[in-house]
Protein backbone atom coordinates (compact mmCIF):
# COMPACT_ATOMS: atom_id res chain seq x y z
CA UNK A 1 0.00 0.00 0.00
CA UNK A 2 1.40 3.34 -0.95
CA UNK A 3 1.89 6.00 1.38
CA UNK A 4 -1.17 8.83 1.86
CA UNK A 5 1.37 11.22 1.17
CA UNK A 6 1.99 10.17 -2.31
CA UNK A 7 -1.38 9.83 -3.26
CA UNK A 8 -1.78 13.46 -1.79
CA UNK A 9 1.19 14.71 -3.56
CA UNK A 10 0.01 12.97 -6.90
CA UNK A 11 -3.41 14.57 -6.25
CA UNK A 12 -1.63 17.97 -5.86
CA UNK A 13 -0.16 17.59 -9.04
CA UNK A 14 -3.07 16.37 -11.03
CA UNK A 15 -4.84 19.62 -9.91
CA UNK A 16 -1.50 21.68 -10.81
CA UNK A 17 -0.32 22.02 -7.00
CA UNK A 18 2.88 21.44 -5.75
CA UNK A 19 3.64 19.69 -2.13
CA UNK A 20 5.20 23.11 -1.51
CA UNK A 21 1.77 24.98 -2.33
CA UNK A 22 0.19 22.66 0.34
CA UNK A 23 2.94 22.58 3.46
CA UNK A 24 1.18 24.00 6.47
CA UNK A 25 -2.25 23.32 4.48
CA UNK A 26 -2.27 19.88 4.67
CA UNK A 27 -2.71 17.49 7.66
CA UNK A 28 -3.24 13.75 8.02
CA UNK A 29 -3.26 11.29 10.32
CA UNK A 30 -0.13 9.47 10.98
CA UNK A 31 -1.44 6.21 10.69
CA UNK A 32 -2.37 7.48 7.25
CA UNK A 33 -6.34 7.12 8.16
CA UNK A 34 -7.00 9.95 5.90
CA UNK A 35 -6.65 13.78 5.91
CA UNK A 36 -7.61 15.52 9.46
CA UNK A 37 -7.21 19.14 7.51
CA UNK A 38 -6.98 20.48 3.98
CA UNK A 39 -7.04 24.44 3.38
CA UNK A 40 -5.26 24.75 -0.13
CA UNK A 41 -6.39 27.47 -1.99
CA UNK A 42 -7.87 26.63 -5.21
CA UNK A 43 -8.38 23.04 -4.71
CA UNK A 44 -11.05 20.98 -2.92
CA UNK A 45 -10.39 18.67 -0.04
CA UNK A 46 -10.14 15.27 -2.20
CA UNK A 47 -12.75 12.33 -1.21
CA UNK A 48 -11.28 9.04 0.05
CA UNK A 49 -12.11 7.45 -3.44
CA UNK A 50 -10.18 9.97 -5.34
CA UNK A 51 -7.11 9.67 -2.83
CA UNK A 52 -7.59 5.87 -2.95
CA UNK A 53 -7.76 6.23 -7.02
CA UNK A 54 -3.64 6.98 -6.69
CA UNK A 55 -2.86 3.93 -5.25
CA UNK A 56 -1.39 2.53 -8.52
CA UNK A 57 0.42 5.79 -9.49
CA UNK A 58 1.73 6.49 -5.93
CA UNK A 59 3.34 2.37 -5.64
CA UNK A 60 5.15 2.83 -8.64
CA UNK A 61 6.51 6.30 -7.91
CA UNK A 62 7.77 4.74 -4.26
CA UNK A 63 9.49 1.81 -5.90
CA UNK A 64 10.73 4.15 -8.69
CA UNK A 65 12.12 6.52 -6.15
CA UNK A 66 13.52 3.14 -3.97
CA UNK A 67 15.51 2.24 -7.36
CA UNK A 68 16.99 5.81 -7.56
CA UNK A 69 17.93 6.19 -3.81
CA UNK A 70 19.21 2.67 -4.31
CA UNK A 71 21.61 3.17 -7.34
CA UNK A 72 24.30 5.75 -5.92
CA UNK A 73 25.24 3.04 -3.56
CA UNK A 74 25.39 0.34 -6.30
CA UNK A 75 29.51 0.19 -7.30
CA UNK A 76 32.27 -2.72 -8.06
CA UNK A 77 34.43 -3.25 -5.20
CA UNK A 78 38.04 -4.01 -5.55
CA UNK A 79 40.03 -5.82 -3.07
CA UNK A 80 42.75 -3.88 -1.32
CA UNK A 81 45.17 -6.42 -1.90
CA UNK A 82 44.73 -6.86 -5.74
CA UNK A 83 43.87 -2.63 -5.13
CA UNK A 84 47.58 -2.76 -3.34
CA UNK A 85 49.28 -4.44 -6.02
CA UNK A 86 47.91 -3.10 -8.57
CA UNK A 87 48.48 0.87 -7.61
CA UNK A 88 52.09 -0.28 -6.21
CA UNK A 89 53.39 -1.39 -9.56
CA UNK A 90 51.86 1.52 -11.10
CA UNK A 91 53.93 4.00 -8.65
CA UNK A 92 56.89 1.51 -9.09
CA UNK A 93 56.77 2.62 -12.66
CA UNK A 94 56.12 6.08 -12.63
CA UNK A 95 59.91 8.06 -12.31
CA UNK A 96 58.52 10.93 -10.54
CA UNK A 97 56.91 9.10 -7.78
CA UNK A 98 58.21 8.16 -4.48
CA UNK A 99 56.55 6.51 -1.68
CA UNK A 100 58.40 6.27 2.02
CA UNK A 101 56.59 4.59 4.93
CA UNK A 102 57.41 5.02 8.29
CA UNK A 103 59.74 8.04 7.16
CA UNK A 104 58.31 10.68 9.73
CA UNK A 105 58.96 14.14 8.48
CA UNK A 106 60.94 16.23 10.84
CA UNK A 107 60.59 19.75 9.29
CA UNK A 108 57.89 20.84 6.41
CA UNK A 109 59.36 24.66 5.10
CA UNK A 110 57.53 25.99 1.90
CA UNK A 111 59.66 27.97 -0.19
CA UNK A 112 59.14 29.29 -4.07
CA UNK A 113 59.09 26.37 -6.10
CA UNK A 114 57.67 23.62 -3.60
CA UNK A 115 58.21 22.22 -0.47
CA UNK A 116 61.42 21.01 1.40
CA UNK A 117 60.97 18.18 3.73
CA UNK A 118 63.38 17.32 6.83
CA UNK A 119 63.59 13.89 7.78
CA UNK A 120 66.36 12.53 10.15
CA UNK A 121 68.38 11.13 7.84
CA UNK A 122 67.69 13.13 4.22
CA UNK A 123 66.69 16.33 2.80
CA UNK A 124 63.77 16.48 0.21
CA UNK A 125 62.89 18.87 -2.42
CA UNK A 126 59.23 18.49 -3.43
CA UNK A 127 56.14 20.47 -5.26
CA UNK A 128 53.44 18.53 -3.75
CA UNK A 129 53.16 15.94 -0.73
CA UNK A 130 50.33 13.77 -0.20
CA UNK A 131 49.77 12.47 3.50
CA UNK A 132 47.75 9.35 4.05
CA UNK A 133 47.85 10.08 7.54
CA UNK A 134 44.67 12.72 8.52
Known amino acids: MADLYTKIKLYLEANSKTWD ?6 DFNSDETGLTSWTVNG ?14 AANAEENL ?11 KSI ?7 YIFKKIDASKNIDIFFNAPAD ?7 GIQ ?18
Do not use: H, M, W
Not at 21 to 26: E, T
Not at 45 to 56: G, R
Not at 107 to 113: C, G, H, P, T, V
Open 107 to 113: DLIAEDK
Open 65 to 75: ATVVSVRQYNY
Open 43 to 56: LAEPTAEQIASYET
Open 79 to 85: DSQQFDK
Open 21 to 26: DAVGLV
Open 117 to 134: IKSSNNIYRVKEIYDSIS
